[in-house]
Every structure is written in structure tokens, then in C-alpha cells.
């Protein structure tokens, strides 16, 4: 549905009020925000690597870029330095980030590659930002912090360290926020690759993006087990919400940063963005960071 392509699109959210996708480039250093009733994209440049966005209860976004956590005035493009972590590793970026069901703003971070494949290890935290703007490190020595939703019950935390190829779960304690109890979920199996950005449906169910493995897959909680794979069009899928007017549409974005020229050349759809119907199951809307 988005023909505009990604460097490396990632965290899409679906925005009720506006009626609207809104999602980031990453290497582009953009927010994005694209109408179905126009099909157009709007974009605003934030100066730096932004690995997530999420929406605000007043208006606007919270993003998380370089190793900052700011305010996006959509209206303005105004960019307003919250707080930074992090300052004594220049290697380092905030990645994916979403909302708990009480309004804070969970997002992680990662060890940039130094070349191709090559990274620092264990580098990354997994942060929340309260609405009070003060910050918890919630986990460290983490190597690409990325997707995480909660469970319907809010008494679970869905986690991805996409190095460890693998779902976790984690004891979730709404009322102070903070997460304990690590045990594996799900193991990725060896096509499905490397797990990236995920998301919940109404039923309970997570959905994890397989970054070179050019697919979604549906996993059951209760069970641990696979229940249904989405093959897409292309390989490096990053990451899927659910949205329209009823959440009953799903929208995956992809990547085209990390293809060689031979291979982006066989890949006409490397970087768009998806969407998904017919799937029989609904999503729930996103929360709000309360700030």
C-alpha cells in the first residue's frame, strides 16, 4: 500500500485520530505518517536514527532517536529533548519502542554495526520512560533491543533480543511497571531467520517480523508453538500493527538497507510497506504515552 520505499522502515502505529499510519525510517532519520484516504506520505526529518515512535494522549509523538528519548510536534516538526541515556557509548541508537497499558514508553537500544555483521555485543537496555519524563533501565547487556507487547491480561511482557532468535516472556507488573522472571517463549526456527518488531491481536496471539526471513508468524503464548506463518513479497520484513478502522487490517513495513545491488535488483519490493486482510482476527487499539 506504500510504494514509497524504507532504508529501513520499522514500528508501524496505527493512529485512530488521524486516521493513519504512522511509522519511522530509521537510516532515513524520518517519521513518517501515510493516508490511506490520500495515499500520500508525509514525512518529518528528526536529525538523527529513530528507532521508534508512539503516540502522545495530548498530540504528537514520543520518539526514541540516537540515545535520546523527545516530544515530535507533528504541526511544528518541533523535536524536544526529553532526556538522554547512554552518553558514554557513541556507538549506540535507541530501536524499537511501544507503550505499556498505563502510558509509559518502553524502547531499547542496540550496538551500531561497525562494518557488515559486526557489532558489539551486549551493548544494549531495554528502558521505560514514565510520564513524570524520569527513566528506569529496566535490562541491560541486551544486543538488539526490539519488539515488545503486552498481554491482554497486562500481567505478561513480550520481549525480542533478535540475537537471541527468540520471544520472551517476562512477569509484568502493571502498577509499577517494571518486569521480572525472564523465560523463553518461543524459539525462531532456522528459515523464519532473525525476529524483529511484533504485535498482539485480539485473541491474545503475538505476531513476530522475521527480518530475512520475509514473513510474519503467528505464535500462541499459552502453548509456546507456531500457529501461522504470513509469507510477503519480499526479505527483510521488520515489523506489523494492526489498524484501520476496526483493527481488523494488518500492516507489516520492510527494509531495503542491508540488500547488495544483484539482490535489490531481483527485490521490486524491498522497503514498501503492506497490509494485510482477511486474517479473521482483529487487533487492539495502541496506547497512549500519558504525557
Known amino acids: 500500500v506504500v510504494k514509497e520505499k524504507n532504508r529501513m522502515g520499522e514500528c508501524p502505529v496505527w493512529e485512530e485520530r488521524e486516521s493513519a499510519l504512522v511509522y519511522v525510517d530509521i537510516n532515513s532519520q524520518k517519521v513518517c505518517r501515510w493516508s490511506p484516504l490520500t495515499n500520500k506520505v508525509q514525512s518529518v526529518s528528526v536529525g538523527a536514527r529513530v528507532g521508534s515512535v508512539a503516540l502522545r494522549q495530548c498530540g504528537g509523538y514520543v520518539i526514541a532517536l540516537g540515545t535520546r528519548f523527545a516530544f515530535l510536534d507533528w504541526d511544528?516538526?518541533?523535536?524536544?529533548?526529553?532526556?538522554?541515556?547512554?552518553?558514554?557509548?557513541?556507538?549506540?541508537?535507541?530501536?524499537d519502542g511501544k507503550v505499556d497499558p498505563k502510558g509509559r514508553f518502553f524502547a531499547g537500544t542496540m550496538a551500531e554495526e561497525r562494518a557488515p555483521g559486526v557489532r558489539a555485543r551486549g551493548q544494549g537496555a531495554l528502558y521505560t520512560l514514565f510520564p513524570d519524563h524520569s527513566v528506569v533501565r529496566q535490562l541491560d547487556q541486551v544486543d538488539i533491543s526490539n519488539g515488545l507487547d503486552w498481554s491482554l491480561d497486562h500481567r505478561t511482557f513480550f520481549y525480542i533480543d533478535s540475537l537471541a532468535y527468540a520471544v520472551h516472556a517476562f512477569s509484568y507488573d502493571a502498577h509499577t511497571g517494571k518486569i521480572a522472571c525472564p523465560r523463553l517463549l518461543y524459539h525462531l526456527e532456522k528459515e523464519e531467520q532473525m525476529p524483529d518488531g511484533m504485535c498482539i491481536d485480539a485473541e491474545g496471539k503475538l505476531w513476530v517480523a522475521c527480518i530475512d526471513g520475509g514473513r510474519v508468524i503467528r505464535i500462541d503464548p499459552e502453548t509456546g508453538k507456531r500457529i501461522q506463518t504470513l509469507r510477503l513479497p519480499t526479505p527483510r520484513i521488520t515489523s506489523c500493527c494492526f489498524g484501520g478502522k476496526d483493527y481488523s487490517e494488518m500492516y507489516v513495513t520492510s527494509a531495503y538497507d542491508g540488500l547488495d545491488e544483484n539482490t535489490l535488483a531481483k527485490e521490486p519490493h524491498a522497503g514498501e510497506i503492506f497490509k494485510i486482510t482477511g486474517l479473521g482476527v482483529k487487533g487492539i487499539p495502541q496506547n497512549f504515552y500519558a504525557a
Request: a negative charge.
Open 76 to 95: 511544528t516538526q518541533a523535536v524536544t529533548t526529553i532526556l538522554e541515556v547512554e552518553q558514554d557509548k557513541p556507538d549506540n541508537r535507541f530501536n
